[in-house]
């Protein structure tokens, strides 16, 4: 596992239209308390839109940063925190966008669908503890030094219950 020790210098601001999704997971890491979330752009259908609907950003808590701070990834960050492939399949009302990340040695599943009130309900998940079909929630990253990484802590929730979990994943 490679991750990026990011600078706080950004590119772009990030902006989510009606249906989008500012946070289905997230990355919090050691060396500051700023993260790395994963949004999802969605259609008026709850339907992810274009070839990489699910994608990267900073979201800002230092610095008088209340979350609400939020910049694309500078371009050599994506190779730690980037997403390393998305397959998208639809059936009917639903979908499920198939994730893997460069940060995170697993599968992950997506599912989108309109609930009955109408909006969209969006759940990640993963294997997680060795539970199949886990909610991922987040991850924290421990940083050693520069680019290396101590461990990563995936954080979840059991899919009947609900209860938490939590699984160290070493490099």
Not at 77 to 87: K, L, R, S, T
Not at 116 to 132: F, L, Q, S, Y
């Amino acid at each position: 596992m490679l991750i990026l020790a990011a600078s706080t210098a950004y590119a772009d601001d990030v902006t989510f239209k009606g249906n989008d999704v500012a946070t289905v997971f997230f990355f919090s890491k050691s060396d500051d308390k700023n993260r790395v979330d994963y949004g999802l752009r969605l259609d008026s259908s709850c339907m992810p839109v274009g070839d990489e609907p699910l994608f990267p950003y900073w979201r800002e808590f230092e610095n008088g940063g209340d979350g609400k701070r939020m910049h694309t990834l500078k371009f050599y960050e994506y190779v730690g925190y980037g997403v390393a492939d998305q397959q998208l399949k639809k059936a009917g009302a639903k979908a499920n966008l198939k994730v893997q990340l460069k940060a995170l040695p697993r599968e992950i599943n997506i599912t989108t669908e309109k609930a009955a009130d109408g909006k969209c309900t969006v759940v990640a998940r993963a294997e997680i503890a060795k539970t199949p079909n886990a909610e991922l929630v987040s991850a924290y990253i421990k940083l050693k030094t520069g680019w290396q990484v101590e461990y990563v802590e995936v954080k979840g929730k059991e899919p009947k219950e609900g209860a938490a979990l939590t699984e160290k994943l070493l490099p």
